[in-house]
């Protein structure tokens, strides 16, 4: 399985980035992965809300392949703990899919046409987080959550 995460805008703090770029590798050692970030118009942000969003849907699904299997990171989303976000991915791979593409929207959430793609949605937690924050924090639980079903020590119970 290849896994893919795809981010709305720019990261935009160094604290972020390099936070990012400690997980990046680490991913990679489990399984193909990328992390893509979809660069926005700076005109966008001037639009009503509806219509950013409208716009955002249509980069995100330009992105997504007919086979991917889509989901959201929202706040609607289910809960995991990170054992049982490791079981998500396990039961994923052993479907046998492909393409296992995972959303971080901006700061607005999800048009309509990207809910309608996707196959579910995860939360991170009840509380909200900005949309810079949760690149980080889906991340480091990706990786914690391979280190799981490697038995790796990095997770403690």
């Known amino acids: 399985m290849k896994l893919r995460i795809i981010a709305v805008g720019k990261t935009s703090y160094p604290y972020i980035s390099e936070g990012l770029d400690v997980y990046f590798p680490r991913i990679g050692r489990y399984l193909p992965f990328s992390y893509d970030e979809i660069p926005l118009n700076k005109k966008l942000g001037k639009l009503p809300v509806d219509k950013q969003m409208e716009e955002e849907a249509k980069l995100i699904l330009q992105q997504i392949g007919t086979e991917d299997q889509v989901y959201l990171f929202d706040e609607n989303g289910k809960t995991y703990s990170s054992p049982g976000f490791a079981d998500f991915f ?68």
């Open 90 to 157: 396990q039961a994923r791979m052993n479907a046998g899919i492909k393409v296992l593409t995972i959303v971080i929207g901006g700061a607005y959430g999800f048009h309509a046409s990207v809910y309608n793609r996707a196959s579910g949605k995860i939360s991170l937690s009840s509380m909200t987080f900005s949309h810079q924050m949760v690149r980080l924090f889906a991340v480091e639980q990706v990786y914690r959550a391979f280190s799981i079903i490697k038995g790796e020590p990095y997770h403690h119970v």
